[in-house]
């Protein structure tokens, strides 16, 4: 168990260009959740997979970001037209469900901090 | 929608003594799980403790216990003998499961451990 990975680690970039994150969760663990944490705030939710299936969507979640998970193991969180206020880190979390005695405990990754110059 | 509040934005401990971090939130639901996670500067998120709302049992881990209050929906968190590795954000999330997979966090309190 090599914990949930995520790269690149910091990402600059310029307003306007595209962006990429991938995130690796915890080998076994079927479920995978991306959440976006600015300065002095806890995390708020993004988005949530089930296996390769996007089954939920926060409203936080605007047009110009799509998450992908084509295989039901990594994930892609891909933003576009990058703006100043989607500077932010971006975290992934992974846990295994249905079910279990304690809920859906979730464990994250180290996060991806962008920044939009 | 479920809120999680965190009255407390920073606190100082002397090493080795106790401290004890505040969380209230709100839902309509019965059956939910809590959550303590810890950040330390430039770090990723550790879960600390987790307690299931229909235990009546507060949970423990080592230095770290909850004291659970359903009724007046007061999650608060102690910490024993703190330690220098112990200074982190410290983040209360709730998670229910009923529609929604997201776990809600307050805004966190700083812990700061001063030898």
């Known amino acids: 168990d090599t914990g949930v990975s995520q790269n690149p680690r910091h990402k600059i970039t310029k307003r306007g260009q595209n962006v990429t994150f991938r995130c690796d969760p915890i080998s076994e663990h079927n479920r995978l959740y991306w959440y976006r944490q600015t300065l002095g705030q806890g995390p708020e939710f993004l988005t949530y997979?089930?296996?390769?299936?996007?089954?939920?969507k926060s409203r936080l979640l605007s047009d110009r970001f799509s998450a992908e998970r084509p295989k039901g193991s990594f994930s892609t969180l891909e933003i576009q037209r990058t703006e100043q206020g989607d500077s932010a880190m971006y975290l992934c979390?992974?846990?295994f469900g249905p079910g279990t005695v304690y809920g859906d405990t979730q464990y994250f990754g180290p996060g991806t901090r962008l920044t939009v110059l | 929608a479920q809120t999680v509040t965190q009255s407390q934005p920073e606190m100082s401990v002397q090493e080795a003594e106790t401290v004890t971090l505040s969380c209230t939130y709100d839902?309509?639901?019965?059956?939910?799980?809590l959550f303590w996670y810890k950040q330390p500067p430039s770090r990723q998120m550790i879960l600390v403790i987790r307690q299931e709302a229909y235990k009546q049992q507060n949970a423990t881990e080592n230095r770290f216990s909850v004291n659970f209050q359903k009724a007046a929906k007061s999650f608060s968190l102690k910490i024993s003998d703190s330690q220098l590795g112990d200074t982190a954000m410290y983040f209360c999330?709730?998670?229910?499961?009923?529609?929604?997979?997201?776990?809600?966090f307050g805004k966190g309190t700083k812990l700061s451990v001063i030898p």
């Open positions: 999330a709730f998670f229910s499961g009923a529609g929604s997979y997201q776990l809600t």
């Open positions: 979390a992974s846990s």
């Open positions: 997979f089930q296996n390769e299936a996007q089954l939920e």
């Open positions: 839902t309509s639901e019965n059956n939910y799980y």
